[in-house]
T-cell receptor
Framework: GENVEQHPSTLSVQEGDSAVIKCTYSDSASNYFPWYKQELGKRPQLIIDIRSNVGEKKDQRIAVTLNKTAKHFSLHITETQPEDSAVYFCAASEGNNRLAFGKGNQVVVIP | EAGVAQSPRYKIIEKRQSVAFWCNPI?????LYWYQQILGQGPKLLIQFQNNGVVDDSQLPKDRFSAERLKGVDSTLKIQPAKLEDSAVYLCASSLVPVNSPLHFGNGTRLTVT
């Protein structure tokens, strides 16, 4: 099955700086890669997703880049704000369309 | 639109007891999922329904877990008997289509087994 890993497990950034989280996957057949944000005690919420026919996607301060050859994709958050503090989960679709989630990255934005 | 509704929010039971969770998906979403999220880990799919049929239950511990979605809308997930390692947040999610589609999660049920 699909193996999804996220690095680093915890990331601290100064408010206003950029944050980058990298996710690697193992199944070359994966074709859908979403990122979810989960604040403490709350539900995971989709913040951005990308499909394998696209290399980059941007939505305001958030962007995702995909490198299919290297089998990794990254979440980029620019001009970080305190409300960006959360756990971010990446996921990759398996061959049967099941989503395999990573263990999550804790992002802490320091005011 | 109303989100995915789940109940209860919290449940504490002793091992070997049984427990049931309820989920009402977003109106019009034919696909419903139950995920287990253990503390410090990402969500793990337990079962996926398309309308009232099971699409994927390969990771459901069928000796103790069961789920149903009889009328293709609401769903219940049951654990009987519970074990200590079942302590987790049980998340229900729904999506408009079953393939490569954004998941809309409910707030989850936090289960503690003592």
């Amino acid at each position: 099955g699909e193996n999804v890993e996220q690095h680093p497990s915890t990331l601290s950034v100064q408010e206003g700086d950029s944050a980058v989280i990298k996710c690697t996957y193992s199944d070359s057949a994966s074709n859908y890669f979403p990122w979810y944000k989960q604040e403490l005690g709350k539900r995971p919420q989709l913040i951005i997703d990308i499909r394998s026919n696209v290399g980059e996607k941007k939505d305001q301060r958030i962007a995702v880049t995909l490198n299919k050859t290297a089998k990794h994709f990254s979440l980029h958050i620019t001009e970080t704000q305190p409300e960006d503090s959360a756990v971010y989960f990446c996921a990759a679709s398996e061959g049967n369309n099941r989503l395999a989630f990573g263990k999550g990255n804790q992002v802490v934005v320091i005011p | 639109e109303a989100g995915v509704a789940q109940s209860p929010r919290y449940k504490i039971i002793e091992k070997r007891q049984s427990v049931a969770f309820w989920c009402n998906p977003i109106s019009g979403h034919a696909t419903l999922y139950w995920y287990q999220q253990i503390l410090g880990q990402g969500p793990k799919l337990l079962i996926q329904f398309q309308n009232n049929g099971v699409v994927d239950d390969s990771q459901l511990p069928k000796d103790r877990f069961s789920a149903e979605r009889l009328k293709g809308v609401d769903s219940t997930l049951k654990i009987q008997p519970a074990k200590l390692e079942d302590s987790a947040v049980y998340l229900c999610a729904s999506s408009l289509v079953p393939v490569n589609s954004p998941l809309h999660f409910g707030n989850g049920t936090r289960l503690t087994v003592t």
